[in-house]
């Protein structure tokens, strides 16, 4: 068995792509011809299963050590996918510091078609026990959280929800495999917005669940099939061609973030600084325990919603928009975006607030980012 970068490169099963092309070609084909009455071929219909789709699966079942990966048109399309596991009258606990459109899903979409939840901060995972029920058939924890980047312990967590025969959800998107492999420590599913570190070059949008075991990754299979809403063969292409990437580009947003995170945390305009690599974190030890780096995410208060809209308004390199993982550095206004659309009151004891910023550093030169992080708090 490899490494994780060499798995990036070269994944142990290596599709058949056709006169020795290296990159796996575009099978740009909504369906496939069967081979003769009664003798199906491999492929029959795209919605199903398409062999661009299957390599990039493959890939990435791989690098989160799961018996299976099935890729969605955007990370909510898995989600949303997966929920149909828990429908009519389930009982799901989950954080309660999730990505807003996580929230939004389970609150709006969820809830109304009969799952009931708990939510609980996850970070504490005594919490977790206290919302246990009969009927409780899942825990769906984001670690490190968006953007609020609290630590949750997978292990300790996997022991109560296996106690109960429920199952550990883990969305990996802010630390990718490359950082944090949660299906080794215990989760049995995990779920990726591929839109993220993994497509990296923010001109996609892609999802993944990565299941454990082979009985679940069936079920998944039959709603993603019935559901529909899988992966296109040109943007798993542009999956597959980002992951071959994905170690390098994170072990230098890494850098990068751990050299932001301390120039900032040392600037007068800053109040706090969110970051998961700072030793007096509440989450370092378990950080320590499960993952294999920081990641290239932080988040920030500042001193004023003036010094945060002057930050938004004067920064040059970052670029002030939405989503995360990408090789550019962007800047998000939580508040107004991702996080919008969650209820004022619950975001502000959560601390996204007016004073609130998010900084997805991407492969920039440090000390250009820092520069232009400067000149913008001094403008
Ligand atoms: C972006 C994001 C999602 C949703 O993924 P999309 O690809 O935008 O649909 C889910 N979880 C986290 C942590 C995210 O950052």
């Not at 409780?136 to 967590?157: F, G, H, L, R």
């Amino acid at each position: 068995m490899y490494e994780k970068e060499t798995i990036c490169v070269h994944p142990a099963r290596c599709p058949e792509t056709g006169y020795g092309a290296i990159a796996t070609p575009i099978y740009q084909s909504a369906t496939f011809v069967h081979e003769g009455l009664d003798k199906e071929s491999e492929y029959s219909y795209s919605r199903l299963q398409n062999p661009t789709r299957a390599a990039l699966e493959a890939r990435v079942a791989e690098l989160e050590g799961g018996v299976d990966a099935i890729a969605f048109a955007s990370g909510m399309a898995a989600e949303a996918t997966l929920m149909n596991l828990f429908e009519s009258n389930g009982h799901v606990i989950a954080g309660d510091d999730l990505y807003g459109g996580t929230l939004r899903l389970f609150r709006q979409v969820s809830t109304p078609a009969g799952i009931r939840f708990d939510f609980t901060d996850t970070t504490v995972p005594e919490n977790i026990r206290m919302c246990l029920q009969p009927d409780t058939k899942a825990i769906y924890v984001e670690t490190p959280s968006n953007p609020t980047m609290q630590v949750t312990d997978i292990a300790a967590v996997a022991k109560i929800a296996h106690a109960v025969g429920a199952l550990l959800i883990v969305d990996n998107t802010f630390l990718s495999p490359i950082f944090q492999r949660p299906l080794e420590l215990g989760a049995d599913i995990v779920v990726h917005s591929g839109t993220k570190y993994l497509g990296g070059h923010n001109d996609t949008l892609a999802g993944f669940l990565v299941v454990k075991k082979q009985e679940i990754a069936e079920k998944l299979r039959y709603y993603a099939k019935t559901i529909g809403a899988g992966l296109a063969p040109f943007d798993c292409f542009l999956l597959e061609r980002g992951i071959k990437t994905l170690a390098v580009r994170l072990e230098k947003q890494a850098v990068n973030a751990e050299k932001i995170a301390h120039w900032l945390r040392q600037r007068p305009e800053v109040r706090k600084v969110y970051y998961i690599g700072f030793t007096d974190h509440p989450g370092y030890a378990v950080t320590r325990r499960q993952c294999s780096g920081f990641g290239g995410m932080l988040s920030m208060e500042v001193d004023s919603p003036d010094t945060a809209r002057k930050l938004l308004r004067e920064v040059k390199l970052f670029q002030y928009a939405e989503s995360l993982g990408g090789v550019d550095s962007l800047i998000t206004y939580p508040m107004c975006q991702t996080h919008a659309d969650v209820p004022e009151a619950e975001r502000l004891k959560r601390g996204i607030n007016d004073r609130f910023l998010r900084i997805s550093v991407g492969i920039e030169n440090a000390n250009d980012l820092i520069f232009d992080l400067k000149q913008a708090l001094e403008a």
